[in-house]
């Protein structure tokens, strides 16, 4: 089906309500805030963005200490990666008299240039990473990084670019204006991609970071402004870090992530605090999980052209090479059979149909059911010739 045979929007001053057997119903804004409960406006404070400059200058503050050379590497392979654990190493290197250790040292260096030109995810900086495969667009300049509604409570959690995440009460018990708001930062909570509310659970969120994710316990309603570090639970696994997506299972008991910087699926056992890798053999880094409603299948996204559909009995998968360009955006539908998806730089959807523990349609090529390439609608009747009112269609985002 083309954008151009869907229905065209609504007039000015009308709102889409709902759809319901292929029919959508639009209201006027006076007559919507009537028939309908409607929430207040949910004002954000922009904290600022977070300066570089403020760390170093708080390191300044200290008095220096002297360190060997392997400590200093090694510090630096922690915080800054392994390139600049190598430009130590090499340094020390050329003034010493040992020429297979310099030999040695080159080499590696080499091997990781050679590697930025095909995998670059693992020399991009973590904001650069989290900007360029983010389900945010223009992520480095949101002041909302993301946000989750509660699934049964009338709250919401906000990412904030100032690394804070705020919950807010969308009502007061007392009024119509928005509740109590509470206020959670961790020095782990950095360059959040991404929170998602636990099912089943009124008060755990988690938050996927560059610094791993956040397990928060937030008791409802708000009793205080600000939580501790003592209200949360960092989890973390060597080189895997900037998370980038996570997706509780359907039960709550487990949570999935994934990192353009490692190319494994990693999956948590929350309550018992254990985490379990599952090695991804190609397609470079993952971007984005998505846990199937009936919590038999598991999409991941890779930064390459391929995806994979996982069976959580036994974590074997399936997987597409032949697209066009990287998965950008997918969904499942309620049932859990059929997974809906686009491709970056194509404005399409395309769709694979499931049934048991088996592919039974597109298992070879997905199939296309829907071209969103840009048009120009009519509204109200008037002459889309005379007078364009307006362009709708494009790729998708998310």
């Not at 059911?369 to 709708?392: I, N, Y």
Request: charged share 20%; glycine share 6%; proline share 5%.
């Amino acid at each position: 089906m083309a954008f151009s045979g869907f229905i065209a929007p609504p007039g000015e001053g009308k709102v889409t309500v709902l759809e319901e057997n292929c029919q959508f119903l639009a209201l006027p804004q006076d007559e919507l805030e009537a028939r309908y409960q409607v929430y207040c406006d949910v004002v954000v404070q922009d904290g600022g963005l977070p300066s570089e400059e403020g760390s170093s200058s708080a390191q300044s503050a200290f008095v220096p200490v002297h360190e060997t050379k392997l400590k200093k590497a090694f510090n630096e392979w922690r915080y800054h990666g392994l390139d600049r654990a190598l430009e130590i190493l090499l340094d020390e290197a050329e003034s010493s008299s040992s020429s297979p250790v310099k030999a040695c040292l080159y080499c590696v260096r080499s091997l990781r240039k050679l590697q930025a030109v095909f995998f670059p995810q693992p020399h991009l900086s973590s904001k650069d990473i989290c900007a360029k495969f983010s389900a945010t667009r223009l992520w480095s300049r949101s002041v909302i990084r993301c946000f989750a509604m509660h699934p049964r409570l009338q709250k919401v959690a906000i990412a904030r670019q100032d690394n804070v995440v705020e919950i807010k009460d969308l009502i007061s018990p007392t009024s119509n204006r928005p509740g109590r708001s509470v206020l959670l930062r961790d020095k782990q909570q950095v360059d959040v991609t991404c929170i998602q509310w636990a099912p089943h659970c009124s008060n755990l969120l988690a938050v996927g970071s560059r610094g791993g994710i956040l397990l928060w316990t937030v008791d409802h309603p708000v009793t205080t402004s600000r939580l501790l570090s003592s209200w949360v639970r960092t989890e973390t696994v060597p080189g895997h870090c900037v998370i980038t997506s996570i997706s509780w299972s359907p039960h709550g008991d487990l949570l999935i992530s994934a990192s353009p910087v490692d190319a494994h699926l990693v999956v948590w056992d929350v309550m018992l605090g254990v985490a379990t890798r599952i090695s991804v053999a190609t397609g470079g880094g993952l971007v984005a999980v998505a846990w199937s409603p009936d919590g038999r299948r598991v999409l991941t996204t890779s930064t390459m052209s391929v995806f994979r559909v996982w069976e959580t009995r036994n974590w074997t998968c399936d997987k597409w090479t032949n697209a066009s360009s990287r998965c950008r955006a997918a969904c499942w539908s309620p049932n859990g059979e059929t997974m809906v998806f686009a491709l970056e730089r194509d404005p399409s959807l395309y769709y694979l149909l499931f049934q048991g523990e088996e592919i039974t349609d597109g298992s070879a090529v997905a199939i296309k059911c829907a071209d969103l390439s840009p048009c120009v609608h009519s509204v109200d009747g008037e002459d889309v010739q005379r007078q364009p009112r307006l362009r709708t269609g494009s790729c998708i985002q998310n």
